[in-house]
């Protein structure tokens, strides 16, 4: 794929990228019209999704509880987003995405990590414990 757009968009005249960019334009609004009669990515308010967040998740040796695995839970540092890991008392966690959060609860997200230097730490029993792909 990048030797085709290597070929086909880096080397492209200027009249090729113009189509190009029209062509993504046309296929991105008949996307989003479908999405909207669909009535699909939008909430109870009306809201529409603009972003997805993913992360593997592994079970906890000592606990069996599953647990996300990052490195960091900030999300945007500009809009001061964070997210936050909820025990759903269960056997894993939900995840709570908080925006315009204070100083210290985004660097309380970045400590909360999850997975650091090839170990995870178990929100749930906080214990330590050595991680492998």
């Not at 492209?12 to 009535?39: G, M, N, P, T």
């Not at 967040?53 to 960091?72: A, D, F, H, R, W």
Request: hydrophobic residues 30%.
């Amino acid at each position: 794929m990048l030797t085709w757009a290597d070929l086909n968009i880096a080397g492209a005249s200027d009249k090729e990228i113009e189509e190009l960019r029209e062509f993504q334009e046309k296929v991105y609004k008949a996307v989003d019209e479908q999405v909207k009669e669909w009535e699909i990515e939008t909430n109870e308010q009306g809201d529409r999704a603009n972003s997805y967040l993913y992360c593997n998740q592994t079970i906890c040796p000592e606990c069996g509880y599953k647990v996300p695995l990052s490195p960091s839970w900030i999300i945007g540092k500009g809009t001061m987003t964070v997210a936050l890991l909820k025990d759903n008392g269960k056997d894993g966690f939900d995840i709570e995405i908080k925006s315009g959060v204070t100083a210290k609860e985004m660097k309380e997200a970045d400590e909360k990590a999850t997975i650091v230097t090839g170990n995870m730490h178990c929100p749930h029993c906080k214990k330590q414990c050595q991680f492998q792909l």
